[in-house]
């Protein structure tokens, strides 16, 4: 092998590894997630409706498979937030710690998005007293709304 070029070789990779050393500064909402400005309190039972018909029986048990995985890591975080399952409902509940999950025409008024976690109410602490999830009506793929439902439920988890 030619000398010069392991030499070159050497250099060039001790330039790549160094320029990897570099920290880049945290800009929030760039390379930086925002800190919730509401989240539900600490040991909250979150009665959670879905809004009637607009969900087939394996799209529920999907969305209940992330409720349930988001009730064991608050559990084992000790923020012992539940997620309980409160039945079917015609309207946005609006109740102390309810959280009403629907479908509407999300992704047609916002490109970037298939879903949203809205705070409906909230108290002068940043903490929920009721919120909604909204699912893009396209959405149906049942592993599709678990990870969506999985991201969203995060949003409401404290910061």
Not at 11 to 37: F, M, Y
Not at 70 to 98: D, H, L, P, Q
Request: charged share 20%; aromatic share 12%; glycine share 4%.
């Amino acid at each position: 092998m030619n000398p010069t070029f392991l030499i070159v070789l050497v250099l060039v990779t001790g330039c790549i590894c160094h320029a990897q050393d570099r920290v880049e500064p945290r800009i929030k909402n760039r390379n930086a997630p925002s800190i919730s400005s509401y989240y539900w309190p600490p040991h909250a039972d979150v009665r959670v409706y879905f809004f009637s018909k607009m969900f087939t029986p394996e799209q529920r048990a999907r969305l209940f498979a992330a409720m349930n995985s988001w009730t064991k890591v608050a559990s084992e975080s000790g923020s012992s937030i539940k997620f309980i399952y409160a039945g079917e409902v015609n309207r946005i509940m609006t109740c102390t710690r309810c959280l009403t999950v629907t479908r509407r025409q999300v992704h047609k008024t916002d490109r970037k998005h298939y879903a949203f976690f809205n705070p409906v109410k909230q108290d002068n602490k940043r903490l929920l007293i009721s919120a909604g999830i909204d699912f893009d009506f396209a959405t149906t793929n049942p592993q599709a709304l678990q990870d969506f439902m999985a991201h969203e439920l995060g949003h409401g988890m404290g910061p």
